[in-house]
DNA sequence: GCGCAGGTATTGA
DNA sequence: TCAATACCTGCG
């Protein structure tokens, strides 16, 4: 199927959105798992120009007589590159700002990458903070490759992201697994625990996060909350601050409101808006939300991506 | 070898 | 409310 919108899939693939590490490329397409209608259905995405997305897609070797509703990938594939958010519109948006119109050119066709599972998201978010894209998005595949469920394709094996009830009770460290099976083997070889996905001190707030999203709060009941409640909410996990739940609410929700204020937003934002006076990122965030509204989250995102590669940075770092 | 990476939790004024 | 500090770990 085709889909006849703007957007740059390598960029919006490789732009650090905390929603998801990147989908594997393989025959030329970026391709995961998504579950419609119960059933994994391997989605393999590419382009040719800037205005066209081509999607194929693949059933379980196990599954191949089944009968999938194609509107529903369709559906799907829509919402998690939000093909319908209008991006023209949004340029001349950014161009009556002549301190947002440079990051047009630099992010030509970059959109959302929304999550295909709002608890991958929560996990992404929390892994990234203090980390970088590289090594968090590595994490990210580990954990898919160690405890997801893996489809056998005829394109492969795919591994969509492990459940909440399933993270909750995998061993934490080396230790607790090293204890756990009976010190059967050395302690080195213990790798089936989340810190051998190179996590770090997050182990624990995943574990945490795992239980409560499991025993207490209801995933699906943030999508119908308003933002400032969602925030609200988001915030009580373990490992989750205000930027971390501002790219959950964003990159998992769809939350466009959202301005998730990292170092990066904060020193461009204080470079572009104030004279690179030192501002706090809790002003930053208000200053987002206030002046771009609903564009919060597409401003955001496209000035990190000017922030990071258009070598601005370079000499206000700090 | 050392500093940094899309911050958060904790502590103390 | 806010500043100061520790924190896993892999890559440059």
């Not at 010190?183 to 795992?210: D, F, H, Q, W």
């Not at 998992?252 to 990066?264: C, I, L, N, R």
């Not at 200053?287 to 990190?304: P, T, W």
Request: glycine share 6%; proline share 4%.
């Amino acid at each position: 199927m085709q889909f006849n919108s703007q957007i740059n899939l390598k960029l919006t693939q490789k732009s650090g959105q905390t929603s998801q590490s990147p989908w594997q490329v393989k025959d030329n397409s970026y391709c995961d798992v998504v579950e419609i209608a119960k059933t994994p259905i391997l989605l393999k995405v590419h382009q040719e120009d800037i205005d066209t997305l081509n999607v194929g897609y693949e059933l379980p070797i196990a599954n191949q007589d089944i009968s999938i509703d194609e509107k529903a990938i369709e559906n799907e594939i829509t919402r998690i590159f939000d093909l319908n958010f209008d991006l023209d519109k949004f340029y001349s948006y950014l161009s009556e700002d002549s301190k947002l119109e440079p990051a047009i050119d630099f992010c030509r066709g970059l959109r959302l990458f929304l999550a295909k599972d709002p608890f991958e998201c929560m996990v992404s978010s929390i892994t990234s903070a203090n980390n970088s894209i590289a090594r968090w998005t590595k994490s990210i595949a580990k954990i898919k490759e160690k405890w997801g469920l893996a489809t056998e394709f005829p394109s492969g094996t795919f591994y969509s992201f492990p459940s909440p009830t399933t993270l909750m009770n995998v061993y934490e460290d080396d230790f607790e697994e090293y204890e756990a099976i009976g010190r059967i083997m050395e302690l080195e070889c213990c790798t089936n625990n989340l810190k051998s996905c190179g996590l770090g001190y997050r182990a624990p707030y995943i574990k945490k996060v795992s239980e409560i999203i499991t025993l207490e709060m209801n995933l699906s009941n943030i999508s119908s909350m308003d933002y400032e409640e969602a925030y609200d909410e988001i915030l009580k996990l373990p490992g989750v601050g205000p930027k971390v739940a501002d790219c959950i609410l964003l990159y998992g929700y769809g939350f466009k409101e959202a301005f998730p204020s990292d170092v990066w937003i904060k020193r461009i934002v204080s470079h572009l808006y104030f004279d690179n006076k030192d501002i706090s990122l809790s002003e930053v965030r208000e200053f987002g939300m206030e002046r771009f509204g609903n564009y919060a989250g597409y401003v955001q995102l496209y000035l990190f991506h000017y922030a990071r590669k258009s070598g601005l940075m370079n000499k206000i770092k700090k």
